[in-house]
Structures are given as C-alpha cells and as structure tokens.
C-alpha cells in the first residue's frame, strides 16, 4: 500500500464504529481492527483506546477509506486475513511483508530459530558456514537465520518464483539483501552447494485430507502449495529426510517443522535413513510436538 490518503480523525472514529459493530456481528475479533488500524494509520494503543484520535484534525491513513471499508468487509465475509490486508505482519524483531502468494508466518515457527542457536551454542564452527531455509516463502526463516548466525551464508529456496519476491523484498527491507542468497526450484535441487552447516524447513506438511476442513481463513487464501504435503502429510518431510545428507556436512543440523501426530512417523523416519544421530523432538509453545532436530552423522 503505497497511497496516502488524508481523514480527519472524526471520520476515523465513525468508520471504527460502524466496523467494530459488523466485526461483532461477523463474530471477528475487535483486536483485529485495532491491529489493522495500527498499521494504517500509524495510531498508537493509547490513542486507540482513549479514542483521542477522534479529536486530531488530520490522521494519515495509507489507503482511502472506501478502500479500507471494502478490505474489512472482505475480512468479515470472505475471510481474509488481516495481514493480507495491511500486507505486514510481525515476526520475532522484524515487519515482514506478505502477500496471498506466501504464507503468514505463525508465531510458533518463531522457535526453529531459537531451536537452531541453542544447538549450536557450544559449536562455533556451526554457526558459520552456510545455513539454508528450504521452501522459505516469506523469508521470515531465513531472515531469522541471518540475524542470529551473523557470519554465516544464508540461502533461502522456494519452488514458487512469486514467493521468493517477496522473500527478496523482505531481505532488502530488513538490511539483509548481501547476507541471504537466494534460489528457484525444488528443495536442495535448486542450489548446487554442499557442505551446509544446517538447514531449517516449515515444508507442507498438512494431509490432503484435511485441507477442507481448514478455517477459510488458511484454506481460501493462502497458497496451497505450501499447505499441501501429501496423502499423510509427510511427502515433503520424507523427500527433506531422504536428500539432505548429501547437502549437510558432518555435525550438520537437519531441523524441521511438522504437525499434531507427525512425530512418531518423522522419528522412524530419520532413524531409519541411517544418516543422522541425536533425533530430538521439541514441543511448541502450547505443548505440541511441533519440531525435529538431527545431526548429520
């Protein structure tokens, strides 16, 4: 959104009003307007719940009202994300950008980073080399990546070419543009490197079966593509468990996001390959089996 657009604050407030009543009606959380005036607007809490700004003469808003007013009616009725909406959404320290060709990136996938510096804590040579974020969309991972493992290479792979422009895009808005590298294609197929010090992936990892019973906010808008993981959910994670040992190096990390119930089967999984020790699973802020992590043997 790039359009600048000038409303008094009364006009502001009456819009607020009207919305907060439909979003009550829609069954749509009222913190969600808060949020998506936050971001138009560039109001603070405070002045949202003082309603002072109704008061100011001139408010900046970064598209018409007309324009938001029909946004937010799609919200309640289409359901479409916020974030697409305001084309922002924050992720650990940064504002990342968004469009309905990438995913929305979900605060528990904050912890793969996290999960990548605490095991490498006690090897340097770990946190240098090369890192790679497989299938990153957005690029939230592999921005990640780069502010944490500062003298690292950082590679970031997605087979959808849309994706990585906004993957790109986030790399520049975030000061990252020379750290991350970037390439289209299939997995590791798209990148002639080896010897990577650690991969993380938030792949597709959703059954098939199970993508009708989405809420439509995920199932009408965002890209199936990166939904999508097979009959059981596990044919990305199979293939990632199957081709990175011959892109890691030797102590190389091997770290992976997955769903509800996946854990037991992705355990197996990389046991049976035969390439990796140390096979850990890690739960997710609400108690879930969210994460695997391995080494290279």
């Known amino acids: 959104m790039v359009e600048q657009t000038l409303v008094s604050g ?10 907060l009543k439909a979003a009550k009606t829609a069954d749509v959380s009222p913190d969600e307007l808060d949020w998506l005036l936050l971001e138009v607007a560039n109001l603070d809490r405070l002045a949202l719940r003082l309603e002072s700004f ?4 001139q408010i900046r808003i970064s598209l018409p009202l007309a324009d938001l007013e029909r946004f937010w ?10 974030q697409y909406i305001t084309g922002i959404t924050p992720w650990r320290q940064f504002r990342i950008a968004v469009t309905s060709d ?8 904050e912890q793969i980073i996290d999960l990548a510096a605490a095991a490498t804590k006690n090897s340097p040579e770990l946190q240098q080399g090369s890192w790679i974020d497989l299938g990153t969309g957005s690029g939230a991972l592999a921005l990640g990546l780069a502010a944490t493992f500062t003298a690292a290479t950082i590679y970031a792979v997605d ?13 520049r808005n975030c000061g990252f543009a020379d750290r991350i590298r970037f390439g289209q294609g ?35 808008h965002e890209p199936h ?11 990305c994670i199979r293939h990632l468990v199957e081709t990175s040992p011959n892109y890691l190096r030797s102590g190389g990390i091997w770290l992976i996001e997955m769903m509800l119930g996946q854990a037991e089967t992705v355990t197996q999984l ?3 390959q035969g390439s990796y020790r140390d096979i850990q699973i890690y739960p997710d802020f609400a108690g879930i089996d969210r994460f695997a992590l391995a080494y290279r043997i």
Not at 54 to 57: A, F
Not at 73 to 82: A, I
Not at 102 to 109: D, Q, S, Y
């Open 102 to 109: 990438v995913l929305i990136p979900r605060p528990e996938t």
């Open 73 to 82: 009616q799609r919200r309640l009725h289409e359901r479409l994300p916020v």
């Open 225 to 235: 593509l990166a939904l999508d993981g097979g009959a059981d959910g596990l044919d």
């Open 270 to 272: 990389l046991q049976n």
């Open 159 to 171: 087979y959808s070419p849309a994706a990585l422009a906004v993957a790109a895009q986030n790399a």
């Open 186 to 220: 299939s997995w590791w197929e798209a990148l002639s490197v080896r010897g990577f010090s650690g991969m993380v992936s938030n792949p597709p990892y959703i059954p098939t079966g199970d993508l009708p019973g989405l809420q439509p906010e995920v199932l009408n």
């Open 54 to 57: 109704k008061d100011w003469k």
């Open 10 to 19: 009364l006009e502001l407030w009456q819009w607020q009003q009207q919305a």
